[in-house]
């Protein structure tokens, strides 16, 4: 089974998106499991984790919605506000419903860095765990540390690292480079999970395969092809190129791993992951 392990489908209209730009001609328009369901079919990828992209329950119950209506939807990754502990009763009656699979705080929105380290967020951390839910760790490279201190606080949460924790592979210093690199690696330590999407954002607008190389090695290095899982970040990744050339690119980047190995990369991993 081929799987997409991260992708969106959202409708500005709902009115919570309030990262978008208005206006945007990629991003402020609405996206749905037609627009997708060609790319899908073309690359053969038989199942999708469809994944939070607004801070509220009621888009989480929007996407949930659309999974049940959804065949190729295998799972939901949903959101629920750590800063309010009344918010254990969503995520109970959330984990109920057969196709949600766990959270994702957008952390990398969050102005304080530090934010996951409260002590008035930590119930959520342990009801992650009390309820053997997934959590999607999205953050930057400066997030880093303190995600290292919440996985080792947490061992027995399951964490996967969305966005290979977006290297800043624009600024072609060596430094950010190394400084990501160690860091990702401490996280792989802990036994967490990558997915190798959103690269090509977080490269020039021309970039190139041999751009990314670096990166994708090192990903795959850290946390071996068991815990890498391949998702489009779609249709965030139009920003940069379409769904098949980010496709094509990952194809190129993991050419050298065997045939078992790919396999776990473009579905395995994920599917093991979330249990799909």
């Known amino acids: ?37 060609p790319e899908l079919a073309r690359h053969g990828i038989d199942r999708t984790v469809l994944v939070q992209a607004a801070p509220t329950v009621a888009e989480t119950e929007y996407m949930l919605g659309i999974a049940d209506a959804t065949p190729h939807v295998a799972g939901v990754v949903g959101w629920i506000d750590f800063e309010r502990p009344a918010d254990l009763a969503h995520l109970t009656r959330l984990a109920g419903h057969p196709k949600f699979r766990g959270v994702r705080p957008m952390i990398q929105d969050i102005p304080d860095d530090g934010w996951m380290l409260r002590d008035d967020v930590q119930w959520a951390f342990r009801a992650i765990c009390d309820h053997d839910l997934t959590f999607d760790a999205l953050g930057f490279p400066r997030h880093l540390a303190p995600f290292d201190t919440i996985l080792r606080r947490y061992p027995g949460m399951r964490v996967v690292v969305d966005h290979c924790m977006k290297p800043q592979i624009r600024s072609h210093s060596a430094e950010s480079f190394r400084q990501w690199a160690d860091g990702l690696s401490r996280l792989a330590d802990t036994g967490a999970f990558v997915k190798f999407s959103a690269l090509v954002t977080e490269a020039d607008p021309d970039w190139t395969v041999e751009d990314l190389r670096p990166y994708a090695d090192h990903v795959v290095r850290a946390f071996g092809p068991d815990r890498v899982m391949w998702g489009s970040d779609w249709p965030v990744v139009r920003l940069r190129c379409e769904y098949a050339d980010w496709r094509a690119a990952a194809e190129a980047l993991t050419a050298g791993l065997s045939a078992t190995d790919r396999a776990r990369v473009f579905g395995g991993t994920a599917a093991a992951f979330y249990r799909l």
């Open 1 to 37: 089974m081929q799987i997409d392990a991260h992708q969106h489908y959202w409708h500005p209209g709902r009115g919570d998106y309030g990262w978008m730009p208005k206006g945007h001609p990629i991003l402020d328009r609405p996206y749905g499991p037609a627009d997708l369901a």
